[in-house]
């Protein structure tokens, strides 16, 4: 059981270190922007593959996703009609262009300091939520990973593989679902940002930062009796050259570090 429980350690770390950079940051639009761009562009691929051809492209369904979405209401298929030089890689870039200036619009209409502070309590919030929503998915994964070894696979290896693919879709869907808030959202005034962070979650779990802790504390019985200790642990914290704790290989700035 020791090494299931050093592979949801390794993945706490990140969200330590990512949650205690959020904490400390005045002004995230730059990850805001980064997550944003990332996310439209993901979308973007889901309609037009990477260097296909024109005629393999589904222009209506990405125009009416587009609108779904993030409000985004671009007449695409006008662009290309009257455009014979638009190719994919200036659509993608038009598309992503039309995302940031309704994003600068809504910043100009409330205020930066006021939008800044709201970015931060939206990332803040969705990170502590699919957060808590991973850790229940690891336990649930780990109730049933014994079963592999019947199918002539090494539970270990397979509870670390798909642990990783875990991790990687929450952060996948925080950022999705950060973007989505942030172009979608209709902010009037302090008052509506405050509102957010005192907003309960479906799960009815209230958001406050000197609780979160308990809630990293985790998925075994031994960590619920241990002494409470403040959230910030100096030692936790990743750097950003180092080896991302997920296990991948990569440095932690180039893997799960690129969330915050």
Known sequence: MLEYDDVSNDQRKVIYTQRNELLEAEDISE?????????????ISQYI????????????GLEKSLTAEWQ?????????????????????????????????????????ETMHHFERAVMLQSLDTHWREH??????????????GYAQKNPKQEYKREAFELFSDMLDRIKREVTQIVLTVQIRSEEDVEAVEAQPQPSNVQYHHADFDEALEGDDEDAKEEERHPFVRPGDKVGRNDPCPCGSGRKYKQCHGKLS
């Not at 990850?31 to 979308?43: F, G, K, L, S, Y």
């Not at 593959?49 to 492209?57: F, N, T, V």
């Not at 190719?87 to 600068?104: T, V």
């Open 31 to 43: 990850t805001i922007q980064a997550m944003r761009e990332d996310v439209v562009n993901d979308h």
């Open 49 to 60: 593959m990477p260097e296909s051809m024109e005629e393999q492209w589904d222009v209506a």
């Open 72 to 112: 985004l209401a671009l007449p695409i298929k006008e662009w290309l009609e009257k455009e014979s030089s638009l190719d994919e890689h200036g659509l993608r870039q038009r598309i992503i262009d039309a995302a940031n200036a309704q994003y600068q619009q809504k910043l100009e209409s409330v205020g930066i």
């Open 135 to 148: 850790l229940a998915a690891l336990d649930h994964l780990r109730q049933g990973i014994h079963l592999r």
